[in-house]
């Protein structure tokens, strides 16, 4: 092949895509996409633009505005954007003649996935695990695990958290805390009781603090314990170690481990969902790690996957019970994912990227925590690893029970736009908005941590002069 079709940029019309790019605009496309796409499209509002190329942790637009990406697909991309040796992994396949639609059939790159996955999983589940390939969204494993506990157990109800997100499906929707998506759907799969989760800086106990743990530790065990509380004994407990959408909240260690107790005793399947958390962002492999507990499910997607769509439930070997069938995808071999998913974790595993994420995430914290110290828009700041929030306040706004001030959804939107206008992308989420979220690649380099500190440090001086 010569050196100019090599590097040829045109698709199999002969149109080239790079021209195609360059004779239009983010307007352009934006209008057709609002045109003709669903109003259920979310992120093109707070982005109004259209990706030409992606590399590390750098996007560009059609008009060749660059970014820093600290959305990185919601998570997804581990290594960031078109990892080179994610891509030859993926040529690698494409090569080989391996059929890229297998349902649930065995091959040589879907055994090597499961076995470094099996790698990954701690000691206690890994010796007795079975794997689930669901289709391939997150939101499908969730489901996957629901169904699984509920025919293992014979029993019915669910208990999730407040502030929990679990994905958009009408079963998942049923275990999500924000009752906004909810409120045009209906009913939804009943049974589904909702506890307090541990969120320190807006305490559902009114206190705050360490104690926030214990109250919402004593408060889940009680009513479990209670033969005159009125709930029977579900068929699992699922929650987030760290809640992602909910507001980026890291359980305390003494909370999940006295969940883990308590679900044990009451032979509660208890099941962590890891789709954002998983994979090394939290500074360990599996967020839920941090306690040294070991769950009976974890759920998985995002960044298993390299980049491309994959989802799987793992589960303890005696919960194993349903019948052939019981769950499916047309989806869930997908071959592409699962090679590149297994060149992910040799990565992720050879170049230290679980210690790395621990490293960058505390230089990144203590940036947000300086920036912090200069403004009276930030109550916290929180997170675990490359899974950091900012939570904006309203300084002049009325007090919670805690005597934190009012949620600063508004504030958190000026410094999305703002940022975005800088050239950095990052989410909101938590109650009203109000939290900025950052899951930035697991290999962002120091020099770009700084770069998207200074691009927030130029903003918040911004919002000060906007408030005077």
């Known amino acids: 092949m010569s050196e100019a079709n090599a590097n040829s940029t045109k698709n199999s019309t002969g149109v080239d895509l790079m021209d195609t790019f360059q004779r239009h605009d983010n307007e352009f496309y934006l209008k057709r996409q609002t ?7 979310s992120y093109p509002r707070r982005f109004p633009l259209a990706l030409k190329s992606a590399s590390g942790c750098v996007v560009t637009d059609v008009e060749g505005r660059t970014y820093l990406d600290c959305l990185a697909g919601a998570g997804t991309l581990a290594l960031g954007h078109n990892h080179p040796e994610i891509i030859a992994s993926l040529q690698d396949v494409l090569a080989s003649g391996l059929p890229l639609h297998t349902l649930d059939l065995a091959t040589p790159v879907k055994d090597q996935f499961t076995s470094d996955i099996y790698d990954t999983l701690p000691a206690g589940l890994r010796e007795e695990a079975k794997i689930q390939f ?19 157990t014979g029993r019915t109800d669910v208990i999730a958290f407040r502030g929990a997100y679990h994905g958009m499906s009408q079963g998942s929707l049923s275990l999500m805390g924000s009752l906004a998506p909810k409120a045009a759907v ?32 004593d408060y889940f065990e009680t009513a479990l314990r209670d033969p005159e509380g009125g709930m029977n004994l579900p068929a699992a407990v699922i929650l987030e170690a760290v809640q ?3 507001g980026v909240i890291p359980a305390p260690v003494e909370w999940l481990r006295r969940v883990r107790e308590v679900t044990r005793e009451l032979n509660i399947p208890l099941i962590l969902d890891e789709v954002q958390s998983g994979v090394g962002r939290t500074g360990t492999f599996y967020a839920f790690q941090k306690a040294g507990i070991v769950p009976d499910i974890i759920v998985l997607s995002k960044a298993i996957g390299g980049g491309l769509p ?13 019948k052939p069938g019981a769950h499916a995808g047309t989806f869930r071999g997908n071959q592409l994912a699962m090679a590149a998913g297994s060149k992910t974790l040799e990565i992720i595993k050879r170049d230290g990227l679980v210690e790395r994420a621990a490293i960058a995430g505390r230089r990144l914290r203590a940036n947000l925590e300086r920036i912090q110290a200069h403004t009276s828009h930030i109550g916290d700041v929180r997170g675990e690893g490359l899974m950091l929030g900012v939570e904006m306040i ?21 410094v999305q736009a703002e940022a975005f206008r800088a050239g950095l992308i990052l989410e909101t989420g938590g109650r009203h908005g109000s939290v900025l979220r950052f899951l930035p690649p697991l290999t962002i380099t120091d020099a770009e941590i700084d770069q998207v500190s200074n691009i927030l440090s ?3 001086s911004r919002l000060g002069r906007n408030a005077a």
């Open 244 to 246: 992602g959408e909910g």
């Open 134 to 152: 669901c289709s391939p969204s997150g939101t499908d494993a969730v489901e996957a695990a629901i169904k699984l506990a509920k025919t293992a």
């Open 458 to 460: 130029d903003t918040f």
């Open 186 to 217: 209906g009913q939804l799969v009943p049974g589904t009781h909702f506890f307090p989760y541990p969120y320190a800086y807006r305490c559902p106990f009114g206190r705050g603090g360490e104690e926030t743990a214990t109250l919402a530790a």
């Open 35 to 41: 045109r003709r796409e669903s109003n259920a499209r």
């Open 310 to 322: 994959m989802a799987v439930m793992i589960y303890r070997e005696n919960l194993d019970l349903w």
């Open 394 to 414: 309203d300084p002049g706004g009325r007090p919670d029970k805690s005597g934190h001030p009012a949620h600063g959804g508004e504030m958190a939107r000026f």
